[in-house]
């Protein structure tokens, strides 16, 4: 058995350090709907960690008594793995429409898995029927694809992410996040038996995980000022020890525009900025840190969509072809398929590309 006051010890450490970090992400922008997500979720991980303090296995002198909250602690604990989710797309997939799909998936297990917490507690018989326990599996692994799904867009959109010290701050946090809220729900759910010789052992050891976990973020992200002050000390130095070469040309912001607008470099289907730095003939970072800061876009394709939603604009607009179809103008700008096209343009125009168009020949008349 596991020393009860080093284990709760545990769970103070990762209580207050989670309300912390929301806190102080709270503070820095409240505005966010990805810091207003991460909050949410940090009070239901607060639910997980009060609930795990209410086993029997736990020591009475510091076991708690939540069985009036039993029902809300239950659907806060049900809801991180969706909310995880949302968090890492609101995140790393700027200006993307959240899918129809995943979100239907998330009311539906969050809704079933309550149903099924209520079963539990008042009609344990019916709990335990064969179709109980096959919905409970389905709604586990479900919640698995979320954090899969949550993982995923973290690995995609992290390339994209111009802040250097924001995409290492991010792919640590968020990366060793997803790892364990997936280990998690995969222990909990599917290896973990509630009352077994091992049970207080191996959920002793998901706590003090949390706890270091959350102790660690907080302390990263209390550094982070220094952090980034280090890196940028460093890249100054870099910048400094490099050689001159003979030919080279100044960079600035009507070269890159001459190049990069004037030369339809955007229109190309795929581009990467690692794509964009070798067109450029320019080390990656160098070109990260002029977009982010001399242009002030924080995401490469946050600023692809605002060059190619700028020139299907105008060939909306244009009288000459009228009758040209969209998916043809938005091929011509360098998307590959309709819908992202349609979710940047009603982004950055606040209307549709067809909307667009009728308000433009209206004017024109």
């Known amino acids: 058995m596991p020393n009860p006051l080093l284990l709760f010890s545990a769970q103070i450490i ?106 539990t507690l008042f009609a344990p018989e019916a709990a335990n029927s064969s179709v109980a326990v096959f919905m409970s599996t389905s709604m586990d692994v479900l919640m698995l694809v979320f954090v899969a799904s949550a993982i995923y867009w973290t690995v995609k959109g992290w390339r994209a992410d111009l802040v ?24 909990e759910n599917f290896l973990l038996e509630v009352g077994s010789s091992v049970y207080a052992l191996e959920q002793a050891v998901l706590v003090s995980a949390i706890a270091f976990l959350a102790l660690g973020m907080l302390l990263v992200a209390m550094r982070f000022d220094y952090v980034s002050l280090s890196n940028v000390i460093r890249k100054v130095v870099e910048l400094g020890e490099e050689p001159e070469a003979g030919n080279a040309t100044a960079f600035n912001i009507d070269s890159f525009n001459k190049a990069f607008r004037d030369g339809q470099l955007y229109r190309e289907a795929g581009l990467t900025i690692s794509m964009l730095a070798k067109k ?62 349609n979710n940047a343009f009603r982004e950055l125009k606040g209307v549709t590309p067809s909307e667009f168009r009728k308000r433009s020949a209206q004017i024109l008349k």
Request: aromatic share 14%.
């Open 280 to 341: 450029l003939k320019l080390p990656e970072y160098r070109l990260r840190a002029f977009i982010h800061q001399q242009l002030g876009f924080r995401n490469f394709n946050a600023m692809l969509h605002e060059y190619r939603i700028e020139d299907a604009s105008t060939a909306l607009a244009s009288n000459d072809k009228p009758n040209l179809p969209v998916l043809t103008i938005a091929l011509s700008v360098g998307y590959q398929s309709i819908t992202p096209f």
């Open 14 to 119: 990762a209580i207050l350090s989670v309300l912390l970090l929301a806190a102080g992400y709270l503070k820095t922008d409240a505005r966010a709907a990805s810091a207003r997500v991460f909050a949410i979720m940090v009070v239901f991980i607060v639910f997980y960690l009060l609930n795990g303090m209410s086993g029997q296995h736990i020591d009475p002198q510091f076991r708690l008594d939540i069985s009036r909250w039993q029902l809300l602690s239950q659907f806060g604990m049900n809801s991180i793995s969706g909310l995880f989710m949302i968090y890492c797309f609101l995140i790393f997939q700027e200006q993307q429409k959240f899918p129809v799909t995943l979100a239907a998936a998330f009311a539906v297990q969050v809704i079933l898995d309550s149903v099924l917490s209520a079963l």
């Open 164 to 187: 250097d010290d924001r995409r290492v701050l991010r792919w640590f946090i968020i990366g060793v996040q997803g790892a364990l809220i997936f280990t998690v729900v995969f222990v």
